[in-house]
Each structure stands twice: as C-alpha cells, then as structure tokens.
C-alpha cells in the first residue's frame, strides 16, 4: 500500500497535537493508581500533587500547542478557537482546583480531581470537536463531571438539589439536543461539522452552502442549540443556573459560570458558522440568535436586581453574560467571534476573581448573603477595591477590561444593523445597552455595602485576606484593571485565535 | 403495505403504548416497567429499520441496564407506595398543549422535508462497519469514551458511598 | 409519510429476523393459551382475603411489596451499566477484528493491522479495568461494613 505510514506516527502526530488533552486524560488514571497504592496518610497529598500538576503542565502546553488548524483525524480539530476556549478551560480548571482545595473540599480529592480533570478535558475537546458524535461524547464528559461536582458535597442538601436539578435539566436538553443532532445529520448526510482548507470531503457547512435546506432543517439547528444554551445557560434554558450555582461549591459555580460556558459558545461559534456558510437562512438564525441573547440577558439582569445571595446573584449576572456573548455570535462573522472570544478572555478573569472572593467570604463567614460583605471596604480595603474591579468591570464601565469587551461586541451589532439596515439589530443593540444600565443597579449593591454602611455596622474582628487567596485575587484582578487600558494586545490576539471561523 | 411495514408499525405501537403507561401509570413501579415494553419497541423498529447493532444495544444497554438503574433508584426512595397524582400538576392542560404543538409543527416539518441519510440505507449488518469506524476514524472517541467511563464510574462510586467516619 | 417508512419498504425484507420473531411469537402465544386453558377448563371459585395471602399459613404478610433497597444496590446497578456498555464496544470490535483495514489508517502487514486492533482495545480496557480495581479497592462492593 502506497500511503503505508505506521500507524504509530499517525496517533503520535494527534496526541502532539492535542497534547493537554492527552495530559489530562493520562492523569485521571494515574491519580486513581496513586491512590490506591498511596496508602492512607498520603492520599489526598498525592492525589492534590498530581491534578494540580497534569493542570499546570496541560496549561503549559496548551500555550505552546500549535493553532493552524491541520486535521489528523476527522474528529478534532486544532485550530484557533480550540487553542482559546482550551487555554480558558484549563485556566479555570487551576483556578478552581485552588479554590477548592483552600477548604471547600477536604475529603476524597482524588475523586475530586477525576472529575474535574475529566470536566476540563471534556471543556477542551468540546471547543475542538468537530464531528457531531465526538461534540456529543465531549459535551456529556463535561456535563457529567459537572453532576457529579456540583453535588460534591455530600452532606450538604443544597449541593445535592444543586446535582439533581443540574442532572434533570441536562439530561433534557441534552436529549433534545441529540434529537436536533440526528436530524441535521439526515439532512447533510455527514456528521462532520466544517471542511477545513485544502480538505474535500462533505461537511454539515458544506452542505448547507450548496443545497436549499428545508425548515425543518432549521427546527434541527434550533434544536442542537436548544441544548447549547442550556449550556450556557441562555434562556429559555436558564432556570437551572442560579439553583445550581447556590448549591455548588464555590469553585464548583465558577467552573460552570466560565469554562462550561466557554466551551458551549466554542460550540455554538463552530456550529453557526457550519450552518450560515450560506444558503437562505442565514437571516433568520441571526434574528433567532439576537433575540435569544436578548431576552436572555433581560431576564438575567431583571432577576439579579432582586437577589440578596452573591452567589445566586453571580448566577444571574453569569445569565446575563451569556446574552451578551450571544450578541456577538448573532451577527455571524469574522469581527463578531473575535468580540465574543475577547470578552470570554476578560469575563474569565472577572468572573473568577469574583467567585474566588465570595468564596473567600464564604469561607470565612459561613455566609453568602450580601450583608456578609458589610464594611469590608474599611476592614479589608485590599479585598474589597480588587472585588469592586471585578464588579465594576463585570458592569462594563471603563477603566476594567469589562469596558473595551462589551465596547467590542455592541459594536458589532451596530455595524451589523448598518450594513444589513436591520432595524431589528439597531434596536437589539439599544436594548443591550439599558441592560448595561440595569445591571450597574445590583452590581453596586455590593459597593454601597462595602463602603458606604454605617461604623457602627462594621462587624468586628479581623478579616483575614492574605498569603495564596491575596495572590490568586491579585492575579486575577490586576489583568482586569490592565486590560481595560492596554486592550490592544488581547485584541490581536483574540483576532488570530477567531481567525478562520466564519 | 409490506410484512416489514406491518411489523414496522406494530413496534411503533407497542413503544408508544409503553411510553404512555409509563407517563400515565399512577404507580411509579409500574411506569417503570412499562418502560420495558417501549425500549422493546424501540429495539424492534430498529432491527425492522435494519440498524442490528442499535438493536442489540437498545437490549442490551437499555433493557437490561437502564431498565435496572432507574427500578434500583426508584425502589432506594421508600416512597413507591405513595400515588404519583398526588402532586397535583397545575400545568397540565398547558403542557399538553405545548407538547401536542411541538409535535405537529416538528411532524409537519418532517413530512416536507427530504432526508439525505435513509434513502441509500442498505439491509447490510452494520455491526462490523461500526466496528471499522470505531477502531480507524473514530479512534480518538472510542478511547476517550473509555476515559470517560472510569470518571463517571469513580464519581458513581464516590456519590454513593458512605464516607468512613 | 414516505420517508419515514423508507426503511421498512425496501425490497429486501430483514428476514434474518424471522426466527426472533417467531420465537417471540411463540413466547406469546404459549403464555397467552396456558393462561386461556385453565380460565377454560378450570373451576371458577370466589375469590376472598384469606384466599388472596401469599402463604396459607405462618407469617401473616405484612408491608408492602415495594420495600425500600439499599443504596448498595444502586451501585452495583450503575457499575453494571458501565461494564454493559463497555460490553457493547467490545461487541463490533470483535465482529470487526481480522476484517478489513480501518478507514484512516493504513498498515504494511496483516500483522501490523491485527497488533493495532488488539492494542486499542486493551487501552480501552485497561483504563476501563482500573475503575473496576480501584471500586474493590475501595471496598465498594463489600456487604458486610457499614
């Protein structure tokens, strides 16, 4: 045979390629072997030592893996939106590892790291699939390892509702989701997402640029997306996101809040730009995707003005995000995925920060409740200017990285308004705006607590803030308050991770 | 209509007739196992459709495993006696009304359109062709579904197990 | 309606189905005429509480036939599903080994070919077998504590 290549470097070739991924899928059995050979006294040691390693190792070569985008094998695929979402995904991953083992989860951290080395594995091939099969098989590693944290906490009864209720939204919207799948697999004939350059065979985009799809092909579509904004928690899909959030582990929540979500949008970037590479529905997924993000961030912001739980509060401010980034994915093009992957990088860094802080507080305090934050502002000034960036920034105002990011995708929407006259987009961007205003009325609820309460309210005793939590808010705040100024460079590079996907 | 769309409908009742028991059963031990008859169901109009594999699968992973797991988890709640009605649904005339619209639009849509996959659909076994797929193309999935299975299977574990004091 | 009935009308019939079905066919109808026979030919004799007991006599029953199972259960339901559907992949891997060459990967010899088939399935299960390891490691399956 004339192609005879060993197989060999044939698997090396993809294993070098998804290198982090093939770390993260190594360590899951290797923390399993060293527990049980580990012993008692040494296992949750061993078991932290090895998960926050094949993290930081994975993050180290997602850094250095390549983004051109060459298929090895059907199934994934290394271009520049896997290399983001996959960077993002294994970010969270540390960050929330570090979280976690600050004391949320003292026991059975082996399990703990199976499972999520196995959600940011799954975050990570979810953002490079590009077959429906090998996207389902990767959604549901992601969702499972996210059941199975979120009711991590065994004695907690509101960890177990947050799982349970996690776990029948899911197993909803992703039956509705594979039933769009199968359909959009009649209909194409192929299971392949996109044909990459210099490739010939049928894909999903190319057979949707070349035939007249029928509606149902676009029921189909609507479908599949139906389970990628529960994902992502768009409506009308959200209702799970603030219960779930509540009862989860902090670190938990904010794994959810940034890597699941980021892998969904990866998904919903690949799969729009596959299904409006042509042909005469273009149109009307746009005005599906535009009103979705709408509706979705009204309600989330509506919501959050009356919630006194920060971490139901981020829940619904996390809502709320997920229709903004949606605004950026309806306008379908090249400069929409390049706002949508830029605000992803800076709602990572805001998002964390802020879940890391409220679960500082919770650690502290036991509480979750606004009023927990009362007087920080005077008792840990530190603590609380870094958590007013990240709500300031999770605002959209200048000088945080929120600003330029929000600033992106809107305009994006006008642009697209101007060049379509789509009134429906001009009015779409508008109502974005109020939400923008809307959403500074329960963002300074927190600020208005931290700073402006009476002295005789401030609680007493001292508000410990210091040693790994001050370097992780630190961390992750500074390129908060950086990038609102110094955007340019993070917008080149959003710009060439997004290249080539519309 | 042939001997195969004769038998193709009578699957088709007997996993529509199960679903219906199963959703309308008042005991909750009986809509599980009347889930049993729409599994079979299913299997059969897979076997009919010519997918053998599916067939075997829906047995074997369905009936004999999901079947199982759900009469497990439901027979651990102790609450099996109890009436399922009593939980009144206040929503019910809605939700039949959204289901039946769902339905009709996604039937009507269907009737219209025309699939590219069916149509070339021979009466081949699929099992070594599917075999073929998982062990070339599919190779990176296959051996990932493996990991995947040991993470679900170590996070089953773990949520059941009752910690040591 | 044609397309969804594609399937069932081509010309050639799944008739290696045929012994299933009347193997079921069977199954039915000697459950459905035993049942029927002794309606037929039996007595009819009325039915009253004592009648309806499981036992003529000793134990009284009590409860109901629901009792509640112990989580324990659950597992072995859910590790069993697992290893089912671990069973599944095994089943075309098996069917397939030896057979034609897999689509995107090509081999010198048949050799080679066979040692690639054999080596994805055993990652496959040895990844798989470690979870099983580790569950009796960890006293999992053990009835007798806790």
């Given at each position: 045979?004339?192609?005879?290549?060993?197989?060999?470097?044939?698997?090396?070739?993809?294993?070098?390629?998804?290198?982090?991924?093939?770390?993260?899928?190594?360590?899951?059995?290797?923390?399993?072997?060293?527990?049980?050979?580990?012993?008692?006294?040494?296992r949750e040691k061993v078991a932290g030592l090895i998960g926050m390693g094949a993290l930081v190792l994975a993050f180290v070569l997602a850094l250095i893996q390549p983004a051109d985008g060459v298929m090895l094998t059907k199934l994934l695929r290394a271009d520049g939106l896997a290399k983001a979402f996959r960077l993002i995904a294994i970010a969270t991953g540390v960050i929330a590892a570090v979280g976690a083992m600050r004391?949320?989860?003292?026991?059975?951290?082996?399990?703990?790291?199976?499972?999520?080395?196995?959600?940011?594995?799954?975050?990570?091939?979810?953002?490079?699939?590009?077959?429906?099969?090998?996207?389902?098989?990767?959604?549901?590693?992601?969702?499972?390892?996210?059941?199975?944290?979120?009711?991590?906490?065994?004695?907690?009864?509101?960890?177990?509702?947050?799982?349970?209720?996690?776990?029948?939204?899911?197993?909803?919207?992703?039956?509705?989701?594979?039933?769009?799948?199968?359909?959009?697999?009649?209909?194409?004939?192929?299971?392949?997402?996109?044909?990459?350059?210099?490739?010939?065979?049928?894909?999903?985009?190319?057979?949707?640029?070349?035939?007249?799809?029928?509606?149902?092909?676009?029921?189909?579509?609507?479908?599949?997306?139906?389970?990628?904004?529960?994902?992502?928690?768009?409506?009308?899909?959200?209702?799970?996101?603030?219960?779930?959030?509540?009862?989860?582990?902090?670190?938990?929540?904010?794994?959810?809040?940034?890597?699941?979500?980021?892998?969904?949008?990866?998904?919903?970037?690949?799969?729009?730009?596959?299904?409006?590479?042509?042909?005469?529905?273009?149109?009307?997924?746009?005005?599906?995707?535009?009103?979705?993000?709408?509706?979705?961030?009204?309600?989330?912001?509506?919501?959050?003005?009356?919630?006194?739980?920060?971490?139901?509060?981020?829940?619904?401010?996390?809502?709320?995000?997920?229709?903004?980034?949606?605004?950026?994915?309806?306008?379908?093009?090249?400069?929409?995925?390049?706002?949508?992957?830029?605000?992803?990088?800076?709602?990572?860094?805001?998002?964390?920060?802020?879940?890391?802080?409220?679960?500082?507080?919770?650690?502290?305090?036991?509480?979750?409740?606004?009023?927990?934050?009362?007087?920080?502002?005077?008792?840990?000034?530190?603590?609380?200017?870094?958590?007013?960036?990240?709500?300031?920034?999770?605002?959209?105002?200048?000088?945080?990285?929120?600003?330029?990011?929000?600033?992106?995708?809107?305009?994006?929407?006008?642009?697209?308004?101007?060049?379509?006259?789509?009134?429906?987009?001009?009015?779409?961007?508008?109502?974005?705006?109020?939400?923008?205003?809307?959403?500074?009325?329960?963002?300074?609820?927190?600020?208005?607590?931290?700073?402006?309460?009476?002295?005789?309210?401030?609680?007493?005793?001292?508000?410990?803030?210091?040693?790994?939590?001050?370097?992780?808010?630190?961390?992750?705040?500074?390129?908060?308050?950086?990038?609102?100024?110094?955007?340019?460079?993070?917008?080149?590079?959003?710009?060439?991770?997004?290249?080539?996907?519309? | 209509?042939?001997?195969?769309?004769?038998?193709?409908?009578?699957?088709?009742?007997?996993?529509?007739?199960?679903?219906?028991?199963?959703?309308?059963?008042?005991?909750?031990?009986?809509?599980?196992?009347?889930?049993?008859?729409?599994?079979?169901?299913?299997?059969?109009?897979?076997?009919?459709?010519?997918?053998?594999?599916?067939?075997?699968?829906?047995?074997?992973?369905?009936?004999?495993?999901?079947?199982?797991?759900?009469?497990?988890?439901?027979?651990?709640?102790?609450?099996?006696?109890?009436?399922?009605?009593?939980?009144?649904?206040?929503?019910?005339?809605?939700?039949?009304?959204?289901?039946?619209?769902?339905?009709?639009?996604?039937?009507?849509?269907?009737?219209?359109?025309?699939?590219?996959?069916?149509?070339?659909?021979?009466?081949?076994?699929?099992?070594?062709?599917?075999?073929?797929?998982?062990?070339?193309?599919?190779?990176?999935?296959?051996?990932?579904?493996?990991?995947?299975?040991?993470?679900?299977?170590?996070?089953?574990?773990?949520?059941?197990?009752?910690?040591?004091? | 309606?044609?397309?969804?009935?594609?399937?069932?009308?081509?010309?050639?019939?799944?008739?290696?189905?045929?012994?299933?079905?009347?193997?079921?066919?069977?199954?039915?109808?000697?459950?459905?005429?035993?049942?029927?026979?002794?309606?037929?030919?039996?007595?009819?004799?009325?039915?009253?509480?004592?009648?309806?007991?499981?036992?003529?006599?000793?134990?009284?029953?009590?409860?109901?036939?629901?009792?509640?199972?112990?989580?324990?259960?659950?597992?072995?339901?859910?590790?069993?599903?697992?290893?089912?559907?671990?069973?599944?992949?095994?089943?075309?891997?098996?069917?397939?080994?030896?057979?034609?060459?897999?689509?995107?990967?090509?081999?010198?010899?048949?050799?080679?070919?066979?040692?690639?088939?054999?080596?994805?399935?055993?990652?496959?299960?040895?990844?798989?077998?470690?979870?099983?390891?580790?569950?009796?490691?960890?006293?999992?399956?053990?009835?007798?504590?806790?």
């Open positions: 045979m004339l192609l005879a290549q060993s197989w060999i470097p044939d698997l090396s070739a993809i294993f070098t390629q998804f290198a982090a991924e093939a770390v993260l899928c190594l360590a899951i059995p290797v923390i399993i072997l060293a527990d049980v050979f580990a012993g008692p006294a040494r004391g949320e989860i003292t026991k059975a951290r082996t399990e703990f790291y199976v499972c999520l080395l196995g959600a940011v594995v799954g975050a990570c091939l979810t953002a490079a699939a590009n077959d429906l099969a090998m996207l389902y098989l990767a959604i549901e590693t992601l969702s499972i390892a996210g059941y199975l944290l979120a009711g991590f906490r065994k004695d907690n009864a509101k960890s177990a509702e947050a799982a349970m209720k996690y776990v029948i939204f899911g197993a909803i919207a992703s039956a509705i989701m594979l039933y769009g799948m199968t359909l959009v697999y009649g209909f194409a004939g192929t299971s392949t997402i996109a044909t990459p350059e210099g490739m010939t065979y049928a894909s999903i985009a190319s057979e949707a640029a070349t035939a007249a799809m029928s509606p149902a092909f676009l029921i189909a579509v609507v479908l599949v997306f139906a389970g990628l904004a529960y994902k992502i928690a768009a409506a009308p899909f959200q209702f799970w996101c603030p219960d779930v959030y509540e009862g989860a582990p902090t670190s938990v929540a904010a794994f959810l809040a940034v890597a699941s979500k980021g892998a969904g949008f990866a998904v919903i970037l690949r799969f729009f730009s596959a299904v409006t590479s042509g042909g005469d529905m273009t149109e009307t997924l746009q005005a599906v995707l535009l009103i979705v993000a709408l509706v979705t961030m009204t309600i989330g912001n509506l919501a959050a003005l009356r919630q006194n739980n920060a971490k139901r509060l981020l829940a619904y401010s996390a809502i709320a995000h997920a229709g903004y980034l949606l605004v950026g994915v309806a306008v379908t093009n090249q400069a929409g995925a390049t706002a949508v992957v830029f605000y992803m990088m800076v709602y990572l860094f805001m998002t964390l920060g802020a879940f890391y802080m409220v679960g500082i507080v919770e650690r502290q305090t036991g509480r979750t409740d606004i009023d927990a934050y009362t007087g920080l502002g005077f008792r840990a000034p530190m603590f609380a200017a870094c958590l007013a960036i990240c709500l300031i920034s999770l605002t959209g105002l200048p000088p945080t990285a929120g600003f330029p990011g929000k600033f992106f995708l809107f305009q994006q929407v006008f642009a697209h308004a101007g060049e379509q006259q789509s009134s429906l987009f001009f009015w779409g961007g508008v109502i974005g705006l109020l939400n923008g205003v809307i959403s500074l009325g329960y963002y300074t609820r927190f600020l208005k607590v931290m700073y402006l309460c009476d002295r005789d309210q401030i609680p007493t005793g001292s508000f410990a803030f210091g040693g790994i939590d001050r370097g992780m808010v630190l961390m992750l705040t500074a390129p908060v308050l950086v990038l609102g100024i110094a955007f340019q460079g993070l917008r080149e590079l959003a710009d060439t991770l997004a290249k080539g996907i519309f | 209509m042939g001997i195969d769309a004769i038998v193709w409908w009578l699957f088709a009742a007997v996993s529509v007739v199960g679903s219906l028991f199963a959703v309308l059963s008042p005991s909750i031990v009986r809509a599980v196992f009347s889930l049993l008859l729409a599994f079979g169901g299913v299997a059969g109009i897979y076997a009919v459709a010519g997918a053998d594999f599916l067939a075997i699968l829906q047995i074997v992973v369905y009936v004999g495993g999901v079947l199982v797991l759900i009469a497990f988890g439901i027979l651990l709640t102790g609450r099996t006696a109890q009436a399922l009605g009593e939980h009144e649904v206040k929503n019910r005339p809605l939700g039949i009304l959204i289901a039946a619209g769902i339905f009709i639009g996604l039937l009507g849509a269907l009737m219209k359109s025309s699939f590219k996959i069916g149509g070339n659909a021979t009466n081949e076994p699929t099992t070594e062709a599917i075999g073929k797929l998982l062990l070339g193309d599919y190779i990176v999935a296959f051996e990932f579904a493996s990991v995947f299975l040991l993470m679900a299977l170590i996070g089953a574990a773990y949520l059941v197990r009752r910690e040591e004091a | 309606m044609d397309h969804l009935l594609i399937v069932a009308a081509r010309d050639n019939a799944p008739v290696d189905y045929l012994p299933v079905f009347i193997l079921l066919l069977l199954a039915v109808v000697l459950s459905v005429s035993q049942l029927a026979i002794s309606w037929l030919l039996g007595k009819r004799v009325e039915t009253n509480e004592a009648k309806d007991e499981p036992y003529e006599c000793g134990i009284e029953a009590d409860g109901h036939a629901h009792t509640r199972f112990s989580v324990k259960f659950y597992l072995v339901a859910v590790l069993f599903i697992l290893f089912d559907i671990e069973v599944v992949f095994l089943y075309p891997w098996a069917v397939h080994f030896g057979g034609g060459v897999p689509d995107g990967v090509v081999f010198e010899t048949r050799g080679e070919l066979l040692g690639f088939l054999f080596a994805e399935m055993a990652v496959f299960l040895t990844i798989l077998f470690l979870g099983w390891y580790w569950v009796v490691k960890k006293k999992a399956l053990d009835w007798e504590e806790a």
